[in-house]
């Protein structure tokens, strides 16, 4: 049975295609190409991706990164839609749910919802499977991604649960509600696109949403 990342892959690949290579993302200053060659040296090269989270190796991961980027368009969509090469534990479908899911849905939202028709009404809809295993991911990476909020956060999902995720602090305590898929795009720091409400005291609602959340 195809798992959900690779049917999230398989449809970021999609519109990918559809879009082109310079179509912009919510993604600082990367176009459609940029993030493609993102998720290849991601998979393909992780001597380069762990440039995205350590500084010093900024440098290498960037000219590997401008090298897959170089490469003909249909070439490197074809790239992310293969996966890593040869065999991998992210060919097992569970394994590749753990590590992708949110990853592919997350990026593939960024390109949806960076281009100029995007309609928060006409968002796409994700059906229930799928948005359970996003709930579980939330719970699981919550208090990674909103470690550097300053109040208190508990997620609400209705149909999936609630979840604290940080205790209150003198600055209060908010709750983030919404879909799983939304509160995910939230914590990930795609506060300008994500439909969530959130709830609590007007100070402490301020403080959350100046807060520099995800990775």
Same mark, same amino acid.
């Given at each position: ?30 176009? $459609? ?31 590997? &990164?401008?090298?897959?980027?170089? &490469? ?30 949110? #990853? ?20 796409? &809809?994700?059906?229930?499977? #799928?948005? #359970? ?20 956060? $508990? ?39 994500? &439909?969530?409400?959130? #709830? ?16």
């Amino acid at each position: 049975m195809t798992g959900l990342a690779q049917l999230e892959r398989a449809a970021l690949c999609s519109t990918f295609t559809r879009l082109g290579p310079d179509a912009p993302t919510l993604c600082d200053g990367w176009s $459609t190409r940029d993030l493609a060659a993102h998720l290849v040296i991601r998979e393909r090269r992780p001597d380069a991706a762990a440039g995205v989270v350590v500084p010093a190796l900024a440098e290498h991961t960037h000219r590997v &990164q401008e090298q897959y980027a170089d &490469q003909p368009w249909a070439a490197l969509v074809d790239m992310v839609r293969q996966g890593p090469r040869g065999w991998s534990p992210l060919r097992v479908p569970g394994v590749d749910d753990a590590v992708n899911l949110a #990853e592919f849905f997350v990026h593939h939202e960024d390109v949806l919802r960076a281009q100029e028709d995007w309609d928060p009404g006409q968002r796409r &809809q994700v059906d229930g499977q #799928e948005s #359970e295993a996003l709930w579980i991911r939330l719970r699981q990476a919550g208090q990674l991604l909103l470690r550097r909020s300053p109040v208190g956060v $508990t997620l609400l999902c209705e149909g999936h649960g609630r979840k604290k995720i940080k205790a209150p602090t003198a600055q209060g305590e908010i709750v983030l509600r919404g879909e799983p898929g939304e509160v995910l795009l939230y914590a990930f720091g795609r506060s300008a696109v994500a &439909q969530v409400d959130i #709830e609590g005291e007007t100070s402490a609602v301020e403080a959350f949403g100046k807060a520099d959340l995800g990775f």
